[in-house]
């Protein structure tokens, strides 16, 4: 171990399991603060991180929990925080090679030794562990080739932040990691949720002209007008170009075509409950649905088809004969098409001794109407 390993080393590791370390943290500690010889450290924040030096490499422990214990404090009924042993709870994350160049891996193949000596993380390790260590490369073209001029660089990383974690720790975040996934700004109403979104944007395009994000662009869904004020600065004559679009929802303006809505964003548009009306809504879609693809040219097909269903389960349910006369009349009076209303089914339906005139060949009638089979 190095003399600066030592002189920032907290504590001991006084228990090692598969999953879970203890270190006691060396006697005098106050607070569980220590006096680093770069800075004062203070190391008893839940999801911090610890180095065990194992050989050539640093095992990297995040701490999840903290103790203390004072042996005396039974008998005399009050803790003696300087002479009270503290203890720190971590878990392995993984390794970290001691040399500079090395990368972080996840996993742990080498576990540390009793006793061995937990120090806290300095900033170029965190920066080596979260990957952001470089923030200027070489550019790349393309095809993989060095950019021309062969001394153009570009930015890797961007700072958008300082850690609650990590003392004066600048949180940054890979520009190709970030923005070539999903990402969430979290927080409460007034909490800077969209000055943090404006904040990285102009962050991006404020670099000097060789490394601000060329090429790029961003489509921002301003519902609140929030970002107008703070995007439109960054226009620049002949590079960045900024364009405003207000969708007025007038005849004129943006309109979205309900065909681009899923079940699930209806749903949310019209607040339905779960149980009684997304039912509805459902069938409502599916049936309008039908009649989109059927086309001009076939809705009567698909008109007699929702007509014969309909008809054929009223037949065929156990309600009494004039019931179903009078619905089927009632369906058929506000309901037809050419092929299927009150005069070509009056002589099935028409009431005999109570029953129907002929519901058998009613229901060979119907089942001979196009698209009756379809689903």
Same mark, same amino acid.
């Given at each position: 171990?190095?003399?600066?390993?030592?002189?920032?080393?907290? /504590?001991?590791?006084?228990?090692?399991?598969? $999953?879970?370390?203890?270190?006691?943290?060396?006697?005098?500690?106050?607070? =569980? !603060?220590?006096?680093?010889?770069?800075?004062?450290?203070?190391?008893?924040?839940?999801?911090?991180?610890?180095?065990?030096?194992?050989?050539?490499?640093?095992?990297?422990?995040?701490?999840?929990?903290?103790?203390?214990?004072?042996?005396?404090?039974? #008998? &005399?009924?009050?803790?003696?925080?300087?002479?009270?042993?503290?203890?720190?709870?971590?878990?392995?994350?993984?390794?970290?090679?001691?040399?500079?160049? /090395?990368?972080?891996?996840?996993?742990?193949?080498?576990?540390?030794?009793?006793?061995?000596?937990?120090?806290?993380?300095?900033? #170029?390790?965190?920066?080596?562990? =979260?990957?952001?260590?470089?923030?200027?490369?070489?550019?790349?073209?393309?095809?993989?080739?060095?950019?021309?001029?062969?001394?153009?660089?570009?930015?890797?990383?961007?700072? +958008?932040?300082? %850690?609650?974690?990590?003392?004066?720790?600048?949180?940054?975040?890979?520009?190709?990691?970030?923005?070539?996934?999903?990402?969430?700004?979290?927080?409460?109403?007034? %909490?800077?949720?969209?000055?943090?979104?404006?904040?990285?944007?102009?962050?991006?395009?404020?670099?000097? $002209?060789?490394?601000?994000?060329?090429?790029?662009? =961003?489509?921002?869904?301003?519902?609140?007008?929030?970002?107008?004020?703070?995007?439109?600065?960054?226009?620049?004559?002949?590079?960045?170009? +900024?364009? &405003?679009?207000?969708?007025? /929802? !007038?005849?004129?303006?943006?309109?979205?075509?309900?065909?681009?809505? $899923?079940?699930?964003?209806?749903?949310?548009?019209?607040?339905?409950?779960?149980?009684?009306?997304?039912?509805?809504?459902?069938?409502?879609?599916?049936?309008?649905?039908?009649?989109?693809?059927?086309?001009?040219?076939?809705?009567?097909?698909?008109?007699?088809?929702?007509?014969?269903?309909? +008809? !054929?389960? +009223?037949?065929?349910? $156990?309600?009494? #004969?004039? #019931?179903?006369?009078?619905?089927?009349?009632?369906?058929?009076? &506000? =309901?037809?098409?050419?092929?299927?209303?009150?005069?070509?089914?009056?002589?099935?339906?028409?009431? %005999?001794?109570?029953?129907?005139?002929?519901?058998?060949?009613?229901?060979?009638?119907?089942?001979?109407?196009?698209?009756?089979?379809? %689903?």
């Amino acid at each position: 171990m190095s003399h600066d390993d030592r002189k920032r080393a907290v /504590g001991k590791v006084t228990s090692v399991a598969a $999953d879970r370390f203890v270190v006691e943290m060396h006697a005098g500690t106050d607070n =569980f !603060t220590v006096v680093g010889f770069d800075d004062v450290h203070y190391v008893a924040r839940l999801g911090s991180f610890l180095m065990i030096p194992t050989h050539a490499e640093y095992v990297v422990a995040e701490v999840v929990g903290l103790r203390e214990r004072d042996v005396a404090a039974s #008998s &005399r009924g009050d803790l003696d925080k300087a002479g009270s042993a503290k203890f720190l709870d971590v878990v392995p994350v993984g390794m970290l090679p001691a040399s500079g160049d /090395g990368k972080f891996r996840f996993g742990v193949s080498v576990f540390p030794s009793l006793y061995a000596d937990a120090l806290y993380a300095l900033d #170029s390790e965190l920066d080596r562990i =979260f990957e952001t260590k470089t923030e200027v490369e070489a550019g790349i073209g393309p095809d993989g080739q060095i950019c021309v001029p062969a001394k153009a660089t570009r930015f890797r990383v961007l700072s +958008i932040g300082q %850690s609650v974690v990590f003392e004066d720790y600048a949180v940054k975040v890979r520009l190709d990691d970030f923005f070539g996934g999903h990402v969430a700004v979290l927080g409460n109403t007034g %909490s800077g949720k969209s000055c943090t979104v404006a904040s990285i944007l102009q962050a991006l395009f404020e670099k000097p $002209d060789e490394h601000h994000a060329r090429g790029a662009t =961003f489509v921002v869904f301003d519902v609140n007008g929030e970002y107008r004020q703070a995007l439109e600065p960054l226009a620049k004559p002949g590079g960045i170009g +900024i364009d &405003r679009v207000v969708l007025d /929802g !007038t005849a004129t303006g943006f309109r979205l075509p309900h065909w681009f809505l $899923d079940l699930s964003e209806w749903e949310l548009l019209l607040q339905a409950s779960e149980r009684t009306q997304v039912p509805i809504l459902r069938m409502a879609l599916g049936l309008s649905t039908m009649f989109s693809e059927a086309g001009a040219n076939d809705l009567g097909g698909v008109k007699n088809h929702i007509l014969a269903k309909c +008809i !054929t389960q +009223i037949v065929r349910d $156990d309600s009494s #004969s004039p #019931s179903k006369h009078d619905r089927i009349v009632g369906i058929l009076q &506000r =309901f037809n098409t050419g092929e299927i209303n009150l005069q070509s089914i009056q002589p099935f339906i028409a009431i %005999s001794y109570g029953q129907l005139a002929d519901a058998q060949g009613l229901d060979d009638f119907l089942v001979g109407m196009p698209l009756l089979s379809t %689903s």
